[in-house]
């Protein structure tokens, strides 16, 4: 039998045939799977051609969607929406709260605003005397800037115009930014709103923060300027548009601001005399009352006209409406066309507000003021013009509210002599006669209220009696009036006297707008005067020096202690003049007539004119003589005990405050008690004038004369005698004399005087912890100069170097020079120091002895000393090594 071809199962695997056929068919699989591959790729990108060409489309779309023309269609439509619902919501309030979309004022009632009606609404004005900023003590200061200066204040006195009548709350700025706010919080809103909804929200949208609304009020439009920045995602894609453009909306806001809110607001707030109503703003112009007046607008009685906006009004068509709430506020109201604000409305719109109640202003009463002096109203008993009290209270409310006044006298004050009229308080001169005058002055409290708020004054009222002067001279130097003989006063052309005006009222009060005080010798035709403003608590003035020649003005003092001169460095202020003594010869007294002039005023008001004369003989100095402190300035302060009637310079007791005119005149010569001289009178003992002290009349000392020394050595100066002394090392003693020219001073400086330094004990180091001798070893104080000195360690040395202080050295010989006129013994002690004063040496290498053998101590074969025993046995030579060293001293 024949098998079919291709029966495998017949095939034997040993034939090609049987092989041939299974290959077959497993490419036709393979073709048949790879062909189905292919078709399912293609199917694949036939599926992702269609939606890149699905996704290009909805691009296409978005784009159209979201051009720039179309997202200002959306910024328009919300931006005309916004700007209505702002406009209406102004109106409501005046201004925009805080919690308000776009607002920022609190809302304080009775502060920022009030509520009517379930209405919140701002002041256009706010009452400044609540304001604890501007009065944080004293609301009565109102209407003054600050509540400085109590109890007058800036003494308010109508007219004011730099004031102000509260503070005005609502601004054209104020206004305009907070509609900015609000135009830029409800335009994003509704924008994001807007495009979400076009594209049924599969958008997002993200506002960046760089959006700015620029609101400008202008006449007959509202302009905004737009920066409004949007990016905008949609699937896969980013949209972004920064778009700025300005928006313009048709309105007559502005004038409306302009015509009833700004401009009444800012005279009602300026001028207290300003009535905000509408027949005063329907007006062509209004009339107010300057302090200043301004040509071309104020006549001279100070009445000054200005324009109004009437026409404003007119053309609005605006109507006013006014309602006083029970607070005392009032509530403004205006009404116009509705179309003329919000445009293609119909109806009538109305923007409101309302004007904090201010208190009245009251005038500042007052009659001769001082407020220096602490007082607003002046009453001198028996005075024609000032004796009686008439007070008459005035006030104006910028409210239009009529005042009422009060006042509350002092207890001590009778009843009023008026008729019974609350305005003012009345009594006259021989009722004042009956009120007790004191320093202080009494309190009269007056008031203006308009039933809701006051204004008070505590009026300050000094009543004082009349004025009266006398004249006499007093001096620190006695217990009362200066020394004075036969009706005339010995005075010093450098020490202090008193000029005591008494005056018989209250000084403390009392101000002198001039006393005049004059010198004159007509024998020696020499004269001076001064001129000056008296004090305003005491009056005692000091004389004759001048604290500055340029001003004129004089010391002012009390009489009660004479002893007002505290500053150690007063003396060097005064400036004595030349026409009592010509410094450049010899003092001689001289007699003269002082002549004072006083006019004394309160605050201006002239009260009386006083004027004495006085003889006088001036003396070129007082021999004033203080045994605690017998030097004089600058060393005043130096204080000493006592021995019976004398100074004892032994026991000094340290530096006590002094005025230096009370120190001793050491440069002046004479007895205190006897200015023309007293022969009789003992001689006392000075340390340093033995001639006369205390003998013949007041006169200066001579130039030279010795007048201080130094109580404690010191390191100061150059010693006579001694060529090339170095200050600073050894101790002198200084000793000061007078110039010639003052006798209450002892310089001893370039001003005149002079200074004797002298050696202390010898040639002896000082002390380093004094300034003066701050150079000086520590192991040579108090040694001599250039001797030997064990130091606190015990150790030997030697003092040397500068002025033989300057060094201290031990564990080296000390080397002389045998050439020198000294020759030395070898077994014989020498203090080198005993011959200093021979040498006068500065250094070592002015002196015959040095510190340690050199090469030329060696060739001279110069002696030396290595034990410190004074005893110069040894002698300079090279050891070993050819270094210089002392040999041969036996203790070396």
């Not at 996704?55 to 997202?71: G, M, P, Q, V």
């Not at 929406?81 to 304080?108: D, K, Y």
């Not at 109806?347 to 007052?366: H, I």
């Not at 000086?776 to 104080?781: L, N």
Request: glycine share 8%; net charge negative.
């Amino acid at each position: 039998m024949y098998q079919k071809r291709g029966n495998l199962d017949s095939c034997n695997s040993k034939t090609s045939n049987c092989i041939s056929r299974k290959g077959q068919v497993t490419l036709f699989i393979i073709v048949g799977l790879v062909i189905f591959f292919i078709f399912l790729g293609l199917l694949q990108l036939s599926a992702s051609l269609q939606k890149q060409q699905l996704t290009k489309t909805k691009e296409r779309i978005y784009s159209d969607i979201f051009t720039k023309e179309a997202l200002r269609i959306y910024v328009d439509r919300c931006l005309q929406e916004g700007m209505e619902r702002g406009l209406v919501l102004l109106g409501q309030q005046g201004r925009i709260w805080s919690g308000q979309p776009g607002g920022r004022e609190p809302f304080v009632e009775a502060v920022t605003g009030v509520t009517v009606g379930g209405n919140r609404l701002f002041y256009g004005i706010a009452d400044d005397s609540l304001n604890s900023l501007k009065y944080p003590q004293y609301p009565n200061a109102y209407p003054c800037l600050d509540d400085q200066n109590r109890p007058a204040f800036c003494s308010y006195h109508y007219p004011n115009t730099t004031l102000g009548f509260g503070t005005i709350k609502l601004d054209r700025r104020f206004i305009q930014a907070d509609l900015e706010r609000f135009l830029a919080s409800q335009t994003v809103k509704c924008v994001e709103e807007l495009v979400r909804s076009e594209i049924n929200e599969v958008a997002a949208v993200e506002t960046s923060a760089d959006v700015k609304f620029r609101v400008a009020f202008n006449t007959g439009v509202i302009t905004v300027k737009v920066n409004y920045p949007l990016r905008l995602k949609a699937g896969q894609g980013e949209f972004f548009h920064i778009s700025q453009f300005d928006f313009t909306y048709p309105s007559d806001f502005d004038q409306l601001l302009t015509a009833a809110v700004l401009f009444p607001l800012r005279n009602d707030q300026k001028y207290v005399d300003f009535n905000y109503t509408e027949e005063v703003l329907l007006k062509p112009s209004f009339k107010y009352k300057n302090e200043k007046i301004i040509p071309g607008f104020c006549d001279q009685e100070g009445v000054c006209q200005q324009s109004t906006r009437s026409s404003q009004h007119a053309a609005l068509g605006l109507r006013m409406k006014t309602f006083p709430l029970l607070n005392g506020d009032d509530l403004y109201q205006f009404t116009l066309p509705k179309d003329k604000i919000i445009s293609g409305s119909g109806g009538e719109y109305t923007y409101q507000f309302v004007r904090q109640n201010r208190p009245p202003a009251l005038d500042y009463v007052n009659r001769s003021a001082c407020p220096v002096s602490g007082y607003d109203y002046l009453v001198l008993q028996g005075d024609a013009s000032l004796g009686a009290i008439s007070i008459n209270l005035t006030a104006l409310d910028p409210d239009e509210d009529r005042p009422t006044f009060s006042y509350e006298k002092p207890a001590e004050f009778p009843d009023t002599e008026w008729a019974m009229d609350s305005s003012g308080y009345f009594v006259g001169l021989q009722s004042v006669l009956r009120i007790v005058p004191k320093p202080e002055p009494y309190i009269f409290k007056a008031r203006a209220g308009d039933t809701h708020k006051d204004d008070f004054q505590e009026v300050r009222v000094l009543v004082d009696q009349p004025l009266a002067t006398n004249i006499k001279i007093n001096s620190p130097f006695t217990t009362g009036e200066a020394h004075k003989i036969n009706e005339k006063y010995f005075l010093s052309r450098e020490d202090p006297y008193y000029l005591d005006l008494a005056y018989q009222t209250w000084v403390g009060n009392l101000r002198s707008r001039e006393v005049t005080l004059e010198y004159v010798n007509a024998g020696k035709n020499n004269s001076f005067g001064h001129r000056f403003v008296a004090g305003q608590t005491n009056n005692c003035f000091s004389f004759p020096a001048e604290r500055s020649a340029v001003s004129g003005s004089l010391t002012v003092g009390s009489c009660a202690d004479l002893n007002f001169y505290t500053d150690p460095q007063y003396i060097n202020q005064f400036n004595f003049p030349d026409q009592l003594q010509n410094p450049a010869r010899e003092y001689f007294s001289e007699e003269g007539t002082y002549s004072l002039k006083a006019t004394a005023t309160y605050c201006g008001v002239d009260t009386a004119v006083s004027s004495n004369e006085v003889k006088v003989e001036v003396k070129g100095c007082i021999p004033y003589r203080n045994p605690e402190h017998p030097y004089s300035y600058p060393k005043h302060k130096e204080k000493f005990g006592l021995n019976p009637g004398t100074t004892n310079l032994n026991s000094p007791q340290g530096d006590e405050q002094i005025n230096p005119f009370l120190a001793t005149h050491a440069c002046c010569f004479g007895d205190i008690n006897f200015p023309d001289g007293n022969p009789a009178d003992p001689v006392v003992d000075n340390p340093f004038i033995k001639d006369n002290f205390n003998k013949g009349e007041w006169r200066i000392a001579l130039a030279g004369t010795p007048c201080y020394q130094d109580t404690t050595p010191s390191c100061y100066g150059r010693i006579e005698g001694y060529p090339n002394f170095v200050p600073g090392y050894i101790l002198t003693t200084q000793t000061y004399t007078c110039n010639g020219v003052r006798g209450n001073v002892c310089f001893g400086d370039q001003r005149g005087g002079g200074r004797i330094i002298s050696l202390s004990e010898g040639l002896k180091c000082g002390d380093p912890q004094l300034s003066s001798c701050g150079e000086v070893e520590r192991a040579c104080k108090g040694k001599e100069a250039w001797s030997y000195v064990t130091d606190e360690n015990g150790e030997k040395g030697w003092c040397h170097g500068t002025m033989g202080c300057a060094e201290f050295s031990k564990g080296k010989e000390i080397v002389v020079e045998i050439n020198q006129a000294i020759r030395f013994s070898s077994d014989s002690e020498y203090k080198l120091n005993e011959f200093v004063s021979e040498v006068k040496p500065t250094n070592d290498d002015t002196f015959f002895a040095h510190l340690g053998c050199d090469e030329n101590d060696v060739e001279k074969q110069n002696k030396c000393d290595s034990n410190f025993d004074s005893k110069f046995q040894g002698t300079c030579t090279l050891n070993q090594q050819r270094r210089p060293i002392c040999s041969g001293d036996p203790s070396g």
